[in-house]
């Protein structure tokens, strides 16, 4: 039987058919926004953030080839979705990154160096993540959301205001970890916010491979999640529904589902060839949808960011670049054996074993 219309429920879920903006590619403002435009000192400060986070980017990038990182999986071009959201946080919300969010990370106040030690190769994640409420930047995919409907649910059931926001991939939404998540936190109200930041591809594999739903916004509307199509690319944009996704779970409303559409401008990681599976011609249409660019020409049109503010923050991110160089130029203390000592209380046999496969390979 043909369905006879949606029901006021279903289309409270629905997100939609144009991803909600507020600043065109242009940087022009939109004409008749659905979100409010944030205040112009949270738009400065997304700008400053943008900036620095990008030159955070660039040189841990540069550290791979220099060899002091093993691996960096890079945030350029998903600044406004990283730096959107984490400003869009309360002091005492929990973060829970993955592998693909060290802007995010540093952002959030988390030391660059102490960011960059896991993928440095140590066994260990770096920094407390109590200190920013920042949890492990989790590479299984998917985890995270879990951990973070653990969290808030938690939190709300010992009475405290605490909101979680989950940062996933396209490619985390075809894991079964990412619907339990949604459904239980859906069902415990949990206050949640699922940020899925589109990027077109999990490593090689394009979206058209792995879903055919309208969008990746749609697949919370089943669990009865409220779900947002958003211009991830606008830093506006992000903070406004993060903001406002956060307020909602605050106050005792629920997850949301925010789908931001974004592009990773670099390979998946410096491990990867991302000429072997895209075009240049398609780099160059997201580059062309630049977030940095797109809010610096906003803020310039109306008069908010001259010269000399300009000079000042990119001296600001200079000093933090230098500040990354010199704690990673320093000789780490890494013992390859530790990355088995601390798995288990009593390491089990197979743990044994690789472990003495490395030594032997070490020490020949
Ligand atoms: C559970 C699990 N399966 C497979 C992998 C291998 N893997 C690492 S990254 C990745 C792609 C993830 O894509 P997406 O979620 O879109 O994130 P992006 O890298 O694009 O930010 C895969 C399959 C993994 N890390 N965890
Ligand atoms: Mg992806």
């Given at each position: 039987m043909a369905p006879t219309g949606l029901s006021a429920r279903e289309r409270s879920l629905l997100p939609t058919d144009v991803p909600l903006s507020l600043?065109?590619?242009?940087g022009e403002p939109v004409a008749d926004p659905a979100l409010a435009m944030p205040a112009d000192e949270v738009l400065l400060e997304l700008h400053r953030r943008i900036v620095i986070g990008r030159r955070f980017d660039t040189q841990a990038t540069a550290l791979t080839r220099q060899g002091r990182l093993a691996v960096y999986p890079s945030s350029r071009g998903q600044e406004a979705c990283q730096v959107g959201s984490v400003l869009a946080l309360r002091e005492q919300d929990w973060l829970f990154p993955t592998y693909r969010d060290s802007v995010a990370l540093v952002t959030r106040g988390v030391d660059p160096v102490e960011t960059l030690t896991l993928l440095q190769?140590?066994?260990?994640?770096?920094?407390?993540?109590y200190v920013h409420r920042v949890g492990p930047q989790c590479?299984?995919?998917?985890t995270n959301t879990l951990h973070a409907v653990g969290v808030a649910h938690a939190a709300r059931l010992k009475g405290e205001d605490t909101v979680a926001v989950v940062l996933l991939g396209d490619g985390a939404t075809s894991e079964g970890d990412t619907h339990e998540a949604l459904n239980f936190a859906a069902v415990w109200k949990a206050p949640v916010v699922f940020l899925v930041?589109?990027?077109?591809?999990?490593i090689s594999v394009p979206m058209s491979k792995q879903n055919v739903a309208p969008?990746?916004?749609?697949?919370g509307v089943g669990y009865g999640v409220p779900s947002y199509l958003i211009d991830g690319n606008d830093p506006a944009a992000v903070y406004a529904t993060v903001r406002e996704a956060v307020g909602v779970a605050a106050a005792g409303g629920g997850p949301s589902l925010i789908e931001a559409l974004t592009y990773?401008?670099?390979?998946?990681?410096?491990?990867?060839?991302a000429t072997r599976y895209r075009e240049s011609d398609e780099v160059a249409a997201w580059l062309d949808r630049d977030p940095l660019d797109r809010i610096e020409r906003y803020l310039g049109s109306r008069g908010l960011l001259d010269e000399a503010r300009r000079t000042e923050i990119l001296a600001e991110a200079e000093d933090f670049a230098a500040l990354v160089r010199e704690g990673m130029n320093a000789e780490p203390e890494l013992d390859p054996a530790d990355l088995f000592?601390?798995?288990?209380?009593q390491p089990t046999a197979a743990l044994r074993e690789q472990a003495a496969l490395l030594a032997e390979e070490l020490s020949s």
């Open positions: 600043l065109s590619k242009r190769g140590s066994w260990h994640l770096g920094y407390d993540p590479t299984p995919l998917a930041q589109n990027n077109g591809y999990a969008s990746l916004a749609h697949k990773r401008i670099e390979a998946h990681t410096n491990a990867d060839d000592a601390h798995v288990y209380a």
